[in-house]
């Protein structure tokens, strides 16, 4: 990345010493220490000063959620998947973005895995939607029931109204 990014600025809470952090070489990251939750603003800088900055809101919890404490992870790690597509870039960006150099790093492992978890809220999703069906399914059934039952109802006040005036006729 270091090819076409030129900096990184991350604007945490305005309770840290030195909110605004540039960062201008990879790893393009922040690690501090703290708790709460509050929205970090990252503005990506690219070596093209012809293109413009990209900026993105990011909702940080810097707290363990049920799952991660249930774990007993004493670190809290953030990461987030995303892409940029850049659409006509200028010639330089594109010269940036493909003749980029291979790194000799070891491959960076993300603390989360990205394809388990996309597994994981597939499942999720899927087992929704049954739940949802079912529920559609029982309340569709409930509510032929309820009409059903008014129109007995119905069927029942106007034989007691027949007999009622007939009784009153005589």
Known sequence: MSSFVKKVIFKLHESYTNPNRVVTKPPYEV???????????IKIHFQDPNERPVTIYYPLKLFH??????????????EVYDELVF?????????????TKHL?????????????????????????KTKVRSEITDLSNRLKESREMIQKMQQEVRVLESTS?????S
């Open 104 to 128: 000799s790093l070891a491959v960076y492992k993300h603390e989360i895995d990205f394809e388990e978890k996309k597994k994981a809220t597939l499942v999720k999703i899927n087992t929704a």
């Open 87 to 99: 659409h006509e870039p200028s010639a330089m960006m594109h010269q940036c973005l493909t003749n």
């Open 65 to 78: 959620t049920e799952s991660t404490a249930v774990l007993g992870k004493k670190h809290l790690v953030n």
């Open 165 to 169: 005036n007939q009784s009153a006729g």
């Open 31 to 41: 690690t501090e220490t703290g708790w709460g939750e509050f929205e970090v603003v």
